[in-house]
């Protein structure tokens, strides 16, 4: 395509304080969230007639941080097709040659809310259940991938109105280089896994733990394990918890172990103590059932001891989350992914600006009149959309409209553990535990 044909397909819009230039497709560009990477809008598709989400990275390729993450959620965006998961749309950047490469943008499918603003509400067993159920089918189907996310939080899961549920990201990295590169933003760790806390080898269950964590608080209404840091988290999970067995400590390394065993000890509490009745809607037989059936997940869910903990599809089995099994859900197809090196990728700025460019390029070129060519997800997969006509929906109050633009803390690709946490105990500022800023 020529350069002035290419030039008249874009046009440029202020959005606080960043601009987007996009393909004139997307008209009506409003600010819905931002995150580590950038700003996230809503923006109106007249080629497909509907709405859409549209990321901007900006020079994704600055640094080791933001290049890997960007280079891995876009090779793992273009390879996973699923319900639960975020579909990609579209990938486009207006520069018009690899000198000249600076931004990519990333459209999305639009969703609603995210987690955050659920956590506000009162759900019934049905909806709580439901977005469990969807946000374990979405987990599965990471974990078929080989992709173990560990860092699963409320900001980064998506809602609809009609109580459909999708991950936004795909977490941490195997191998994480250190980073305060990403400094505006406070790392939420309140969802991370004592594995992960405390510098363990972790397995796929690592992940069931956050999951504990986000349902916790949705029946809580209030984050379980808020911690300035790693230190002041695992005080929070032993206090509630109970100090963990002796068997659990010989795993540790031995300064952990030295730090965890001097820890005064707790006891802990029962779940009935920690999630009450009042927590849950339990006004007749059917609902006192289902809220001894929650709290039965959560007791299996929230144990700090992963050799211990309920593994995904045992929870999938749970009596309060198998009333919605469909094997077309839980047992999607993995996506495979091409590149065997995504997590050990080390490269300079320009390789990695290199190799973002070209993955933009090979969607434009695999995207050519519509089709997506020789990847098993597909626009028309993404855009067919997901809703069961028997499953709830969430409150109408959460409109796209009432997404807010939070200055949403991010994660990091790395972030160090209870072995680290120490001399950074103190130094970062603790997220907004009120607000939606997670
Ligand atoms: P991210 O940059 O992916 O961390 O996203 C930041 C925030 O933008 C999220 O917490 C959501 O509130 C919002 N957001 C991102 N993607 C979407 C989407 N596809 N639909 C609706 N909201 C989104």
């Known amino acids: 395509m020529n350069r002035n044909k290419r030039e008249k397909e874009y046009y440029s819009i202020d959005v606080g304080d960043s601009t987007f ?3 004139k497709r997307y008209q009506n560009l409003r600010p819905i969230g931002s995150g580590a990477q950038g700003i996230v809008c809503s923006a109106y598709d007249h080629n497909l007639e509907r709405n859409v989400a549209i990321k901007k990275l900006s020079r ?22 699923h319900k639960n998961i975020i579909g990609l749309l579209n990938v486009f950047t207006p520069q018009k040659t690899l000198e000249e490469f600076q931004d990519v943008y990333l459209v999305m499918e639009l969703m609603d809310a995210n987690l955050c603003q659920v956590i506000q509400m009162e759900l019934d067993h049905e909806r709580l259940s439901y977005l469990l159920y969807q946000m374990l089918c979405g987990i599965k189907h990471l974990h078929a991938a080989g992709i173990i996310h560990r860092d699963l939080k409320p900001s980064n899961i998506v809602v609809k109105s009609d109580c459909t549920l999708k991950i936004l990201d795909f977490g941490l990295a195997r191998t994480a280089a250190t980073s305060l590169l990403m400094t505006p933003y406070v790392v939420t760790r309140y969802y991370r896994a004592p594995e992960v806390i405390l510098g363990m080898g972790y397995q796929a269950n690592v992940d069931i733990w956050a999951v504990g964590c986000i349902m916790a608080e949705m029946v809580r209404h209030k984050i379980l394990f808020p911690g300035r840091d790693y230190i002041d988290q695992w005080n929070k999970v032993i206090e509630q918890l109970g100090t963990p067995s002796q068997e659990f400590l010989l795993k540790l390394n031995q300064s952990v172990r030295t730090y965890v065993e001097n820890r005064p000890r707790y006891a802990g509490y029962s779940f009935e103590k920690l999630f009450p009745d009042v927590l849950f809607p339990a006004d007749s037989e059917h609902n006192k059932l289902k809220a001894s059936q ?7 869910m929230l144990v700090i001891d992963a050799s211990k903990r309920i593994s995904v599809d045992e929870a999938l089995q749970h009596p309060y989350i198998n009333v919605w099994y469909d094997p077309t859900e839980v047992e999607a197809p993995p996506p495979v992914i ?5 997590d050990e990728r080390e490269h300079t700025v320009e390789e990695w600006k290199e190799l973002i460019y070209k993955e933009v390029l090979d969607w434009e070129e695999r995207t050519k009149n519509g089709v997506i060519r020789g990847q098993p997800g597909s626009i028309g997969a993404a855009v067919s959309g997901s809703s069961h006509q028997h499953h709830p929906s969430t409150s109408s109050s959460t409109s796209t409209n009432d997404v807010s633009m939070s200055t949403d803390p991010m994660l990091t690709d790395t972030d160090s553990s209870l072995e680290t946490a120490g001399a950074s105990a103190g130094g970062a500022a603790a997220a907004d535990p009120l607000g939606c800023s997670r």
Do not use: G
């Open 338 to 342: 091409t590149d065997k090196q995504l």
């Open 294 to 300: 929650a709290r039965d997940l959560l007791s299996k």
């Open 21 to 23: 230039t996009v393909l």
């Open 60 to 81: 994704p390729f600055q640094n080791q941080t933001h290049a890997k993450r960007a280079y891995r959620e876009l090779v793992l965006m273009k390879c996973v097709n």
